[in-house]
Protein backbone atom coordinates (compact mmCIF):
# COMPACT_ATOMS: atom_id res chain seq x y z
CA UNK A 1 0.00 0.00 0.00
CA UNK A 2 0.90 3.46 -0.83
CA UNK A 3 2.42 5.48 2.22
CA UNK A 4 -0.30 8.40 1.21
CA UNK A 5 -3.23 7.20 -0.11
CA UNK A 6 -5.78 9.22 -1.84
CA UNK A 7 -9.50 8.52 -2.58
CA UNK A 8 -11.03 9.17 -5.15
CA UNK A 9 -8.36 9.39 -8.06
CA UNK A 10 -10.49 11.21 -10.23
CA UNK A 11 -14.25 12.43 -9.33
CA UNK A 12 -16.61 14.45 -11.85
CA UNK A 13 -19.19 16.38 -10.27
CA UNK A 14 -21.26 19.46 -11.01
CA UNK A 15 -21.64 22.49 -10.01
CA UNK A 16 -23.26 23.46 -6.83
CA UNK A 17 -22.36 19.96 -5.30
CA UNK A 18 -20.35 19.11 -1.84
CA UNK A 19 -17.95 16.89 -2.39
CA UNK A 20 -15.15 15.67 0.07
CA UNK A 21 -11.42 14.73 -0.75
CA UNK A 22 -10.18 12.09 1.33
CA UNK A 23 -6.64 11.44 2.45
CA UNK A 24 -4.64 8.72 4.51
CA UNK A 25 -1.41 7.95 6.01
CA UNK A 26 0.79 4.99 7.15
CA UNK A 27 3.90 7.09 7.85
CA UNK A 28 2.32 8.24 11.46
CA UNK A 29 3.72 11.74 10.67
CA UNK A 30 1.48 14.35 12.45
CA UNK A 31 1.77 16.96 9.91
CA UNK A 32 -0.60 16.95 6.84
CA UNK A 33 -1.13 18.99 4.39
CA UNK A 34 -3.86 19.72 1.26
CA UNK A 35 -2.70 21.73 -1.61
CA UNK A 36 -4.21 22.34 -5.65
CA UNK A 37 -2.08 22.74 -8.90
CA UNK A 38 -3.20 24.68 -12.22
CA UNK A 39 -1.67 24.06 -15.13
CA UNK A 40 0.98 27.16 -15.13
CA UNK A 41 0.56 27.93 -11.20
CA UNK A 42 2.54 25.37 -9.35
CA UNK A 43 1.34 23.74 -5.80
CA UNK A 44 -0.39 26.07 -3.72
CA UNK A 45 -1.25 25.15 0.04
CA UNK A 46 -4.70 25.18 0.80
CA UNK A 47 -4.97 23.95 4.36
CA UNK A 48 -2.54 22.23 6.72
CA UNK A 49 -2.74 20.34 10.09
CA UNK A 50 0.18 19.79 12.44
CA UNK A 51 -2.10 17.54 14.47
CA UNK A 52 -5.58 16.72 15.03
CA UNK A 53 -6.50 19.77 16.71
CA UNK A 54 -4.66 22.15 15.00
CA UNK A 55 -5.75 23.17 11.53
CA UNK A 56 -4.48 26.29 9.91
CA UNK A 57 -5.51 28.13 6.47
CA UNK A 58 -3.08 28.09 3.30
CA UNK A 59 -3.05 30.75 1.02
CA UNK A 60 -6.36 29.87 -0.85
CA UNK A 61 -8.67 28.35 1.58
CA UNK A 62 -11.98 30.34 0.35
CA UNK A 63 -14.33 27.73 -0.78
CA UNK A 64 -12.64 24.44 1.43
CA UNK A 65 -12.95 23.22 4.65
CA UNK A 66 -10.84 20.25 6.33
CA UNK A 67 -11.57 17.67 9.11
CA UNK A 68 -8.66 16.08 10.61
CA UNK A 69 -10.35 12.92 11.57
CA UNK A 70 -7.08 11.14 13.00
CA UNK A 71 -3.70 11.45 12.82
CA UNK A 72 -3.80 9.10 9.63
CA UNK A 73 -6.88 10.85 8.28
CA UNK A 74 -6.87 14.33 6.75
CA UNK A 75 -10.19 15.38 4.64
CA UNK A 76 -10.86 18.37 2.53
CA UNK A 77 -14.24 19.63 1.39
CA UNK A 78 -15.76 21.81 -1.26
CA UNK A 79 -18.91 22.59 0.01
CA UNK A 80 -20.19 23.84 -3.17
CA UNK A 81 -18.23 23.11 -6.05
CA UNK A 82 -17.51 25.62 -8.68
CA UNK A 83 -15.81 25.07 -12.45
CA UNK A 84 -13.07 27.54 -11.37
CA UNK A 85 -11.82 24.36 -8.43
CA UNK A 86 -11.70 22.34 -11.51
CA UNK A 87 -7.84 20.81 -10.50
CA UNK A 88 -5.51 18.61 -9.54
CA UNK A 89 -5.32 18.20 -5.52
CA UNK A 90 -2.66 16.53 -3.68
CA UNK A 91 -2.05 15.49 0.05
CA UNK A 92 1.14 15.39 2.08
CA UNK A 93 3.03 14.58 4.64
CA UNK A 94 5.82 15.95 6.17
CA UNK A 95 8.26 13.71 8.53
CA UNK A 96 11.86 14.58 9.49
CA UNK A 97 12.91 13.36 6.37
CA UNK A 98 10.78 15.62 3.88
CA UNK A 99 7.29 15.67 2.64
CA UNK A 100 5.47 12.47 0.91
CA UNK A 101 2.98 13.22 -1.62
CA UNK A 102 -0.10 10.89 -2.42
CA UNK A 103 -1.27 10.22 -6.15
CA UNK A 104 -3.60 13.29 -6.34
CA UNK A 105 -7.04 13.60 -7.02
CA UNK A 106 -8.24 14.89 -10.29
CA UNK A 107 -11.41 16.82 -9.65
CA UNK A 108 -13.81 18.47 -12.61
CA UNK A 109 -16.33 20.36 -11.69
CA UNK A 110 -18.61 20.99 -14.63
CA UNK B 1 7.27 35.54 2.69
CA UNK B 2 9.05 32.83 0.29
CA UNK B 3 8.81 32.33 -3.10
CA UNK B 4 10.80 30.26 -6.03
CA UNK B 5 10.86 31.62 -9.78
CA UNK B 6 11.88 28.94 -12.02
CA UNK B 7 12.28 31.07 -15.60
CA UNK B 8 12.06 28.13 -17.51
CA UNK B 9 8.91 26.91 -18.77
CA UNK B 10 9.81 24.46 -21.54
CA UNK B 11 13.34 22.78 -22.29
CA UNK B 12 14.48 20.41 -24.63
CA UNK B 13 17.48 18.61 -24.41
CA UNK B 14 19.04 15.43 -26.22
CA UNK B 15 19.92 12.04 -24.39
CA UNK B 16 22.67 11.45 -22.79
CA UNK B 17 23.03 15.20 -22.24
CA UNK B 18 23.47 16.52 -18.63
CA UNK B 19 20.80 19.74 -18.33
CA UNK B 20 20.56 22.28 -15.31
CA UNK B 21 16.98 23.65 -14.39
CA UNK B 22 17.05 26.82 -12.79
CA UNK B 23 15.36 27.62 -9.68
CA UNK B 24 16.12 31.21 -7.44
CA UNK B 25 14.32 31.60 -4.28
CA UNK B 26 13.65 34.54 -1.79
CA UNK B 27 13.13 34.08 2.09
CA UNK B 28 13.62 35.93 4.92
CA UNK B 29 14.20 32.91 7.13
CA UNK B 30 17.59 31.97 8.24
CA UNK B 31 17.21 28.55 7.88
CA UNK B 32 15.36 27.36 5.27
CA UNK B 33 15.39 23.57 3.33
CA UNK B 34 15.08 23.69 -0.82
CA UNK B 35 13.05 21.03 -2.64
CA UNK B 36 13.33 19.44 -6.06
CA UNK B 37 10.26 16.81 -7.38
CA UNK B 38 9.38 15.53 -10.45
CA UNK B 39 6.44 15.32 -11.74
CA UNK B 40 5.33 13.00 -14.91
CA UNK B 41 2.62 12.82 -16.64
CA UNK B 42 0.81 10.72 -14.65
CA UNK B 43 0.95 13.34 -12.33
CA UNK B 44 2.38 12.00 -8.92
CA UNK B 45 5.09 13.99 -6.82
CA UNK B 46 8.37 12.39 -7.03
CA UNK B 47 10.65 13.52 -4.47
CA UNK B 48 14.27 13.67 -5.93
CA UNK B 49 16.74 16.11 -4.07
CA UNK B 50 16.79 18.15 -0.87
CA UNK B 51 19.42 20.29 0.56
CA UNK B 52 19.76 22.07 3.49
CA UNK B 53 20.69 25.66 3.83
CA UNK B 54 23.27 25.24 6.15
CA UNK B 55 24.56 21.96 4.13
CA UNK B 56 28.47 22.74 3.17
CA UNK B 57 28.52 20.50 0.53
CA UNK B 58 25.94 20.49 -2.18
CA UNK B 59 23.53 17.55 -2.41
CA UNK B 60 23.76 14.63 -4.75
CA UNK B 61 21.31 11.56 -5.24
CA UNK B 62 22.48 9.25 -8.04
CA UNK B 63 22.41 11.08 -11.39
CA UNK B 64 20.69 14.04 -9.45
CA UNK B 65 22.93 17.00 -7.92
CA UNK B 66 21.68 20.58 -6.67
CA UNK B 67 24.39 23.17 -7.67
CA UNK B 68 23.21 25.63 -4.23
CA UNK B 69 24.24 28.73 -4.56
CA UNK B 70 23.55 30.56 -1.09
CA UNK B 71 24.81 34.06 -1.62
CA UNK B 72 23.01 33.98 -4.94
CA UNK B 73 20.08 32.63 -3.80
CA UNK B 74 20.10 29.92 -6.42
CA UNK B 75 19.28 25.80 -5.92
CA UNK B 76 19.55 24.58 -9.82
CA UNK B 77 19.05 20.98 -10.28
CA UNK B 78 21.83 19.72 -12.74
CA UNK B 79 20.70 15.82 -14.05
CA UNK B 80 23.63 14.28 -15.79
CA UNK B 81 23.22 11.92 -19.06
CA UNK B 82 19.68 12.48 -19.34
CA UNK B 83 17.47 9.87 -20.33
CA UNK B 84 13.75 9.38 -22.04
CA UNK B 85 12.28 9.20 -18.59
CA UNK B 86 13.44 12.31 -17.39
CA UNK B 87 10.56 13.93 -19.80
CA UNK B 88 8.57 15.29 -17.27
CA UNK B 89 7.33 18.97 -14.96
CA UNK B 90 9.92 19.49 -12.76
CA UNK B 91 9.76 21.53 -9.50
CA UNK B 92 11.49 23.71 -6.96
CA UNK B 93 9.94 24.40 -3.44
CA UNK B 94 11.23 25.68 -0.26
CA UNK B 95 10.07 25.34 3.28
CA UNK B 96 11.08 26.40 7.00
CA UNK B 97 13.48 24.20 8.50
CA UNK B 98 11.47 24.55 11.95
CA UNK B 99 8.22 25.79 13.24
CA UNK B 100 5.67 26.46 9.89
CA UNK B 101 7.05 23.94 7.51
CA UNK B 102 4.56 24.19 4.96
CA UNK B 103 6.37 24.39 1.34
CA UNK B 104 6.20 27.09 -1.60
CA UNK B 105 6.14 25.96 -4.77
CA UNK B 106 7.40 27.75 -8.22
CA UNK B 107 5.71 27.45 -11.57
CA UNK B 108 7.44 24.60 -12.98
CA UNK B 109 9.98 23.49 -16.28
CA UNK B 110 8.50 21.48 -18.48
CA UNK B 111 11.83 19.11 -19.64
CA UNK B 112 11.39 16.87 -22.95
CA UNK B 113 14.40 14.74 -23.68
CA UNK B 114 14.80 13.89 -27.10
CA UNK B 115 16.15 10.63 -28.70
Known amino acids: DADVTQTPRNRITKTGKRIMLECSQT?????MYWYRQDPGLGLRLIYY???????NKGEISDGYSVSRQAQAKFSLSLESAIPNQTALYFC?????????FGSGTRLTVV | AQKITQTQPGMFVQEKEAVTLDCTYD???????LFWYKQPSSGEMIFLIY??????QNATEGRYSLNFQKARKSANLVISASQLGDSAMYFC????????????FGTGTRLTIIP
Open chain 2, 27 to 33: TSDPSYG
Open chain 1, 49 to 55: SFDVKDI
Open chain 1, 27 to 31: KGHDR
Open chain 2, 51 to 56: QGSYDQ
Open chain 1, 92 to 100: ATRGDYGYT
Open chain 2, 93 to 104: AIGRNFGNEKLT
